[in-house]
């Protein structure tokens, strides 16, 4: 859109005024935020409607994207940034003596996901409106999202993450008119209505009122505007006198309060069914009656629909789609098949079994009767027609959905829709040689690949102007519109003034992130060192305890010879672990035991430092990841789906260190042998020791002296404060035979480690290299991802 500056100055001013009753050198971060945002939907509103009209007029066929996270992170830059007058409101700020920065700190992160499953989920949404695909996002309005995390003592403190705030959501629209009914527990029984069909009649059951708040998806520059509907739970107004108490209330307001409550007991698996199925239904029930207005025949469907399942928690979708059409609307079954499997897709993001959702089979009937006799029905047939064609029983019991007393909705997002995608070249392999094997050999055709990607823009133009700015002075800024261009950078690749330029860079991040270390923790460190940087979601396989035991080593090491020469070195972690998991929670309390005695050791002169920067989420990210070094990428191979943390840190110059897996192989492929340090088994040597059942952590203790000493830390009172914790972590290493093969991996660690010291001593040659995987990151775009689904799975059309 086209303003100018005081134009924008007088719709802010007269904004405030009216809203706030306010001058602008009085008001507050959080008015002036409240104000501009404001003014921002009014520019956006007109747009907004003429592209819900053009959809409706022209009957396009909408894709509608189901995630139970959404993780967007703030929303005011990225708006003015795709509407294009981010630059415009700076100067009308700077004219108006309004720090900028401040009010874009005065907004909360929406907090509706949790890491890279949400994060995805969230690029989607934008490169959907920018690449001007029709794509509605499908979720849940958290009231206060996971949690927010506070280090206390060295442990994770889980605190409600009120990211409403006093404000609310100031993007959210409420959609009364679109709200639906959801129905929940009671008795089902089928009878036969006048012209002899069997009908379900319902007696007992809890009906809730599901009420949707749409949240505008911005394209970048070119007036699209999505939408991301997002559901909250109200007590209908007939049904008010069944809730006369607060408890009973909070009982329903916990529907959509949090996001993964606990479910290590029955109430909170029960809780996590009930969003799952609330959000599921809420948005399939207002997708029928949208399509229905178009005045075209249901079981078509298909043809201007596709819902797309994002992981198995919205995999009943299958399953209430059925119940809809044929319950609620009276298609036959075989129609009614046709058009769900038609309609539906599902992105697997686990190689994991174990964790591919299933939910307990009398939970379910108790909490969704109806859906579970349609599953029922749907397996019946199923197995029946796999008998009819031959397939042996071990096939027939490997794929079917209700089994051993459980309804496994992997299985039933396979079986019920058309597609079935990995995250990465390699994990979509492994589903087809190992956990979808089954599956593979029923349905080839189902089978596709698309890797993940990221949205460059939040990552370089709003995360890392300088970056933008410098790559901007080299090639022009064309690559902000069409991010392929970033690949004529290579020409500069020994260009002096270049390498030179872009090391700068890096560094004025560095200095950020150190003022902000310096600010939350008291310790200042030098950006001459190595930042080395591994933030995502704190779990075992991701293996931020190898990189733990890597850190112990270079302590000891320091402590024999403080004199050691090596390059300075700054870990930084930052992670969230689930409230469930214990042994999680015992690593990040081990990180903080083992920074609290590091960073107090003057003895180590300067050379090393460990920090646990808490409650990480995007904005936190926006800091963190332009000012890395190092990207840690270590997973065990095999493991990690795709990751998109290793494409952020590549396209603002880090240097991944990584295992063969996920998106990494990928990454290497782009950027060549020569610009990323692999360490570590690769899958074939992983799954060698699965199958032989050689693998005993114990004897490489027993052995290596090295390892040894580095175990033995963790109970032998070196590192104070974590004795439960450190034995914990002991016991998982040696006793319980070392999950993850972090013994196995530690050495090859170790020397990529020491790989990445000398590489970096080599200014020159350290800058070459991280300009190479700046120059080669357009690979890896949210847009060409979302261009892939959009052809291959979606059928969509611009």
Do not use: C
């Amino acid at each position: 859109m086209t303003l100018s500056k005081d134009q924008f100055i007088r719709d802010f001013k007269d904004t405030l005024h009216e809203e706030q009753l306010i001058k602008v050198s009085d008001a507050t971060p959080t008015e002036l935020f409240a104000a501009l945002a404001k003014v921002i939907r009014k520019y956006y509103t007109p747009l907004w409607l003429e592209r819900n009209r053009s959809l409706t007029a022209n009957k396009e066929k909408i894709a509608y994207y189901f995630s139970i996270e959404f993780l967007p992170g703030r929303m005011l830059e990225t708006n003015l940034l795709n509407l294009g007058i981010l630059d415009v409101v700076k100067e009308g700020f700077a004219e108006l003596g309004v720090d900028f920065e401040n009010v874009k700190n005065a907004e909360h992160d929406m907090a509706l996901g949790n890491g890279g499953l949400g994060r995805l989920a969230a690029a989607f949404m934008d490169s959907l409106a920018t690449t001007g695909y029709p794509g509605f996002g499908n979720g849940l309005r958290y009231r206060y999202g996971l949690f927010k995390q506070k280090i206390i003592d060295g442990y994770q403190v889980e605190l409600p993450d009120d990211w409403f705030g006093s404000l609310g959501n100031v993007w959210e629209i409420r959609k009364e008119h679109d709200a639906v009914d959801v129905r929940l527990f009671g008795d089902v029984y089928l009878e036969q209505n006048q012209e002899g069909n069997l009908v379900p009649t319902y007696q007992n059951s809890q009906v809730l009122r599901a009420v949707p708040y749409d949240v505008p998806q911005i394209g970048f520059q070119n007036d699209t505007i999505n939408n991301l509907r997002l559901w909250d739970v109200e007590i209908p107004e007939d049904q008010e006198t069944l809730y006369p108490s607060l408890e009973s209330r909070r009982a329903i307001q916990d529907i959509t309060a949090i996001l993964y409550p606990d479910d290590s007991t029955l109430e909170g698996k029960q809780l996590r069914l009930i969003q799952e199925y609330f959000m599921t239904s809420a948005g399939l029930q207002t997708i029928i009656k949208h399509y229905l207005k178009q005045g075209t025949p249901l079981e078509d469907i298909y043809k201007k629909v596709s819902v797309h399942i994002n992981d198995t928690h919205p995999a009943v979708a299958p399953a209430e789609f059925m119940r809809l059409l044929v319950d609620d609307y009276g298609l036959e079954w075989d129609a009614a098949w046709k058009a769900t499997v038609n309609t539906m897709s599902y992105t697997n993001h686990t190689i994991m079994s174990e964790a591919l959702e299933k939910w307990d089979a009398e939970l379910f009937k108790k909490v969704l009767p109806r859906v579970y006799q349609i599953i029922l029905e749907i397996d019946n047939r199923f197995v029946a027609e796999l008998g009819k064609a031959g397939y042996d029983a071990h096939l027939v019991n490997n794929t079917r959905i209700v089994k051993d007393d459980q309804i496994h909705m992997a299985n039933l997002a396979i079986i019920g829709g058309h597609s079935v995608n990995g995250v990465a070249k390699l994990h979509t392999e492994l589903l087809k040689e190992d956990t979808l094997r089954s599956f593979y050999k029923l349905y080839p055709e189902k089978f596709n690949n698309k890797t993940n990607g990221i949205v460059p823009r939040r990552w370089t133009q709003i995360a890392a102007p300088e970056l933008s700015s410098a790559i901007d002075q080299f090639i022009g800024d064309d690559w902000r519109s069409h991010i392929h261009s970033l690949g004529g950078l290579e020409t500069y690749l020994d260009d002096q003034q270049a390498l030179e330029t872009f090391y700068q860079v890096k560094k004025d991040a560095k200095e950020r992130l150190a003022n902000y270390i310096k600010e939350t923790t008291g310790f200042q460190v030098s950006t001459d060192a190595i930042f080395d940087v591994q933030v995502k979601r704190l779990h075992a396989y991701k293996r931020q305890l190898l990189n733990l035991l890597h850190i112990i080593k270079l302590y000891l090491d320091l402590k024999d010879n403080p004199d050691k020469d090596m390059v300075p070195r700054v870990f930084i972690f930052g992670a969230k672990a689930a409230p469930g998991y214990h042994f999680a929670k015992s690593v990040i309390k081990v990180i903080n035991e083992l920074a609290n005695l590091i960073n107090n050791d003057d003895s180590l002169q300067g050379k090393l430092h460990l920090f646990f920067l808490e409650n990480y989420n995007v904005s936190l990210a926006e800091l963190i990841i332009p000012a890395a070094d190092v990207s840690e990428q270590i997973s065990l191979a095999s493991k990690e789906a795709s990751g998109t943390s290793n494409m952020k840190f590549m396209m603002t110059g880090a240097i991944t260190l990584a295992t063969l897996d996920g998106a990494n192989i990928e990454i290497k492929d782009e950027v060549g042998d020569d610009n990323i340090v692999i360490f570590g088994m690769d899958k074939d040597a992983v799954y060698d020791h699965y199958r032989l059942n050689d693998y005993h952590s114990r004897d490489l203790y027993e052995n290596d002296p090295i390892i040894h000493r580095v175990i033995d830390s963790f109970v032998n009172g070196t590192i104070p404060n974590i004795q439960s914790e450190g034995m914990e972590i002991y016991e998982a290493l040696i006793q319980h035979n070392d999950e993850y093969f972090l013994l196995e991996d530690f050495h090859s660690y170790v020397k990529a480690q020491e790989k990445i010291g000398r590489l970096y001593r080599d200014k020159k040659k350290w800058a070459r290299i991280s300009l190479t995987n700046i120059a080669k990151s357009h690979k890896f775009t949210a847009d060409d991802t979302i261009e892939q689904y959009a052809k291959e799975i979606w059928e969509l059309k611009k």
